[in-house]
């Protein structure tokens, strides 16, 4: 079954400072952790894919005008201070393990070394049709 | 070669590939036949012949015209016929896969697949997108080109010269996006800059003459040279002036100034050659104030008249701060700060940045970091833009190692 994993900040979820104003080792330690945590899922097979999204100044909301043509505004994210920083797929056995993968990476280090404790939404995958239905 | 012989490029890369499955089973097993090569060629022209068999009697039954008939009374190469010929079809094979008719990524796909001989699954990985995207990515890439009819020979002299700027365009497009890649330690990627880095010498011993050959070859192996010290302990970028110059590959170094000497001095001068001959000045350089910054300077200033490229220009500017300093190179960016296609672009607030840094600015350098951090869309350059703006505002300005 596969799984997604949302990294979302919010204004209320989130109760620490944004990560540049953090020191250089700080920093350091936190992109460490991301690189073990990619490396041993995939090393356990459960990496499908892993992405960080450009900062959120730089999303657009689209939709469809007069005819099709879009219609772009820029994300709403400044004011509501909510966005979304980055998304893994796991493949993975039960959802008790998804939950595992996502309270561990909720466990990223922040300023002091402290972890974030940040939020981490878990989406089941839908997939294909079973065989008999 | 096959190519050529039946006019069919996705039936003959096939054979290719098959031919290449039986060396892999049998070579092993029996011993590397005398010329292997050779055994490749009649292999995959036997391949051939049975595939064109196979697609010739689906299209009978479809009640198509049978139009490949001739080929099959033709009989296979002797093995050790000469291969002069295997030159001129790389080339052609090149030229074909970077037709313009095609995007972009197509035409790296193609080429990879192609000339490059990676298979599909490669590709994919080393792009990271699904190997049936990929797969699709190839196929109508292909189809284009038959579609379009461009004969498979050498473009002629007049049009020669645009389209193997085009070849070229798309091997240093493969090598920079070697030099990109984010995703963690993933082992099973092909090492895309090391692709490109043989793909450009096989182009350069074909065209062992042309000066835009050979200086994308020597401006490839001397920005590879640097590879290993670019990327710290956890895939952190290390800007060129705070690298360990040890780690550089000195043997790359010699070969890529040697290159780039002799393309210079027989011309005609492009802007591969430039950016070559620029990369070499910071290879030769003992450290980042011992570089030889008006020579650079120089040469950014003929490139940028011959490219046009406001990127380009920004380094320029920045290549300004480093002869005249700081406040000369905000004055060079200001001017450019008018280009519309420049406006927002985060390589303009990074280099606003560097230069504030430079002046001792902190406050305004550390506003600029960020700027740029949020709104590059590469990972490792936002971290290092990051990292740069928190070791500024912690006021620990020389923690350089």
Known sequence: MKYMLLMQFSAAGTDFPSIDTWTPEEITAHIAFMREVNGKLSADGELVQAEGLAGPQQARIVRAGAGGAPVVTEGPFAETKEFLAGWWIVDCETPQRAVEIAAHISTAPGPGGRPLNMPIEVHPIMSAPPQEM | ?401
């Open chain 2, 1 to 401: 070669m096959l190519a050529r012989r039946f006019g069919d490029f996705a039936t003959a890369e096939d054979a290719v590939q098959e031919a290449l499955l039986d060396a892999a089973t049998q070579w092993p097993a029996q011993g590397l036949p005398d010329n292997p090569r050779g055994w490749l060629v009649q292999v995959a022209y036997r391949r051939m012949i049975e595939l064109v068999r196979a697609e010739t009697a689906r299209r009978e039954r479809e009640d198509r015209a049978v139009r490949r008939e001739p080929d099959l009374r033709r009989t296979a190469p002797a093995a050790d016929e000469s291969l002069a010929t295997d030159r001129d079809d790389t080339l052609v094979l090149l030229f074909l896969c970077c037709h313009p008719t095609l995007s972009t990524a197509s035409a790296i796909a193609l080429t990879l697949r192609a000339v490059g001989g990676l298979s599909t699954a490669e590709i994919a990985r080393a792009f990271l997108v699904p190997e049936a995207t990929m797969a699709q990515r190839i196929s109508r890439a292909k189809q284009r080109i038959q579609d379009s009819g461009v004969p498979f020979r050498l473009p002629d002299q007049r049009e020669r010269q645009d389209r193997l700027a085009a070849v070229l365009h798309v091997l240093y497009l493969v090598f920079t996006e070697g030099h990109t890649a984010s995703l963690g330690p993933d082992l099973r990627r092909v090492d895309l800059s090391e692709e490109a880095v043989r793909l450009t010498r096989a182009m350069h011993a074909l065209l062992p003459d042309d000066s835009e050959v050979t200086g994308l070859l020597a401006l490839m192996l001397l920005t590879d040279a640097r590879a290993a010290a670019r990327t710290g302990p956890s895939g952190e970028l290390i800007s060129l002036a705070d690298q360990d110059r040890t780690r550089w590959d000195a043997a790359a170094i010699a070969e890529g100034i040697a290159l780039v000497t002799r393309a210079m001095a027989r011309g005609p001068v492009g802007p591969y050659q430039l950016q070559a001959a620029i990369a070499a000045l910071h290879d030769e350089a003992p450290s980042a104030a011992q570089t030889d910054w008006p020579q650079i300077l120089a040469l950014y200033q003929v490139l940028e008249r011959l490219s046009g490229n406001p990127v380009v220009a920004l380094n320029r500017a920045v290549a300004t701060a480093m002869v005249d300093g700081p406040e000369a190179g905000l004055a060079a960016l200001a001017t450019l700060a008018a280009d519309p296609r420049l406006a927002g672009h985060h390589r303009l607030d990074a280099a606003r940045a560097h230069l504030y840094e430079m002046a001792g600015d902190r406050e305004r350098a550390v506003a600029h970091y960020r700027a740029a951090a949020g709104g590059t869309t590469s990972l490792p350059e936002q971290r290092y833009l990051t990292m740069r703006a928190a070791r500024l505002a912690g006021g620990a300005v020389d923690s350089r190692p």
